[in-house]
């Protein structure tokens, strides 16, 4: 178990870059405690399995380094490392058994077979799969699989962290809720570091404490899920997590005022608001109401469509040329033609050049 | 939704019937035909019973060319497997070489059988051949057409040279197609070199071996061409061989007979130990 910090890393998978966009990661920092279960989130090509790999050691970076108890392994390799890390596709040993497979890495290891017979069996029974432990690890079905890859690296109890690289991809959705509360409950019992990279919004937000948003091979946004949803702190967060995502309109800070057309809409950061840039009001379809009659602050707009998703129902309307999604519950009455909508004023934020207003000093 | 029954759809199975009629059945029929009769020319016939098929199973010149078969293929499978896995595992997997080493590995399989044959038949004379003259010139005393010694050891290395590409392409085929997550687990989980070939690259390439495998004994078993021209079956009978004994029964005797009953027994040989093999190699696949 370790403490993981990541040192201005970046990697190029070209020999010489020279440019930013040569970089697949561009810049990283971060700060992992101990025993955290971390969540990497980002859209296909962000950079995070290359973070993933930089952090197991089968990537070596271009630049940076890699500390675990703020010993520095960037050098290391997986083994040294003492990583455990599942793959996108479960990967286990065809010939072997269940239990072979679990106790792989001990023998490898010159483990004492009475130690490894009695962990073996240990993490069989924390995985549900006792009952299939001499059996050939071939037969199992895919989450059967997972679960052996998984165990592979649960089996030595110093394992630094313990990665997931879109783990639960070739998972019937049935099985796929079933092993992602598995996996938070064991994270939970167990304590150990884990890295779970995922484009999954669902996934990231229900296994981690903490969510890396990556994009474009950055870091976009660090925080519990509560704040990415709350905080977005550039409108990439606010759109690829939240369904539907965040509503960005464009506006105009006039006088510590924020202006969508001639309508003043009251804003959280507004006073943050540079003077120059691309000024965006972001606010989510969660805190986006009716008006009541006669409010001064509301923004005139017309309902174009109205979808329903269950529990609830996105109204999509038209503010100018903007869309604007907000949420209608089961029983409430859907409007409209021309509607008026109010923004809740502490959810209402500006974004500059696509962060948000005062986080970038 | 109602199962439709309709037999007419069994007119569509007739093209096959047709294809394999005549491109298996018919010309096998034929030799049926002379294996349990006797003919003196103008199309007449006797019935033979199975006299053929006794006196073949019975005779010691038909044992001694299924012994030499036998050992020839065994012998020729055990060098060309090993090896043709080990360059296999050699060869580069990504880079400007795969190719070059590809091309290199394809040239011996592109070449016609009996240019083969008369390539090695004059690399090994003794007096004028480089290879012949240089292995007598390092004192050992080499003549392929006088000592059955010699001329084993130059049908082995050639047919090695010939064919020991293609179980190379086929273990190479298999080795790049193994995902790279394996060998980034089995790093994680701390594999030596060693346990990553014993238990992902050997379980991995399991069924292009038993393709592998398969191909180089039916034709070993069937070997002919090169043969012929390189030693002739001799010298003696030291080479002769199933095949080659089979035409001399049936072109230097002109003993249909025997030859369409040895032929038979050949076939049901290849057929027999073809399916054998491949039965023993699946057996483990659904347990």
Redesign the interface.
Known sequence: MAKITIDNLRHAYISEPSRDEHYALKRVHLDWADGGAYALLGPSGCGKTTLLNLI?G?LKPSEGRILFDDIDVTND???KRN???V???P?I????TVHDNLA??LR??GVDEVVIKKRVAEIADMLELTSTLHT?AS?LTADGKQKI?LG?GLVRDDVNVIMFDEPLTVIDPHLKWQLRSKLKELQQRIKRTMIYVTHDQTEALTFADQVVVMNNGEVVQTGTPIELFEKPMHTFVGHFIGSPGMNLLPCVVKGGQAFVGDTKIKADNVAMAPKSGKLELGVRPEFVTLAKSGSRTSLEASVVRVSDVGRYRVVETRVAETAVKFIVGENEAVPEGKVKLAFDPSHTQVYADGWLAGSRA | MTKVQNNRAWFFVLPVFALVAFNALIPLMTVVNYSIQETFGNNEFFWAGSRWFEDILRSERFHAALLRQIVFTGIVLLIQVPLGLGIALCMPKKGPWVSVCLVLMSLPLLIPWNVVGSMWNIMALPDIGLLGKAINSLGINYNYTRQPFSAWFTLILMDVWHWTSLVVLLCYAGLVSI?D??Y??A??????PW?VFR??QL??LKHVLTIAILLRFMDSFMIYTEVVVLTGGGPGNATTFLSIDLVKYALGQFDLGHAAAMSIIYFLIILFLSWLFYTLMMKNEN?
């Open positions: 197991s089968l390799t997986p083994e990583i455990a890390q793959f996108q596709f990967v040993y065809d010939t072997m792989f890495p490898n290891r050939r037969g890859s592979r | 995902p997550a394996y980034q687990a790093k994680i989980d701390g594999a030596r346990a238990y992902i379980p991995k347990t």
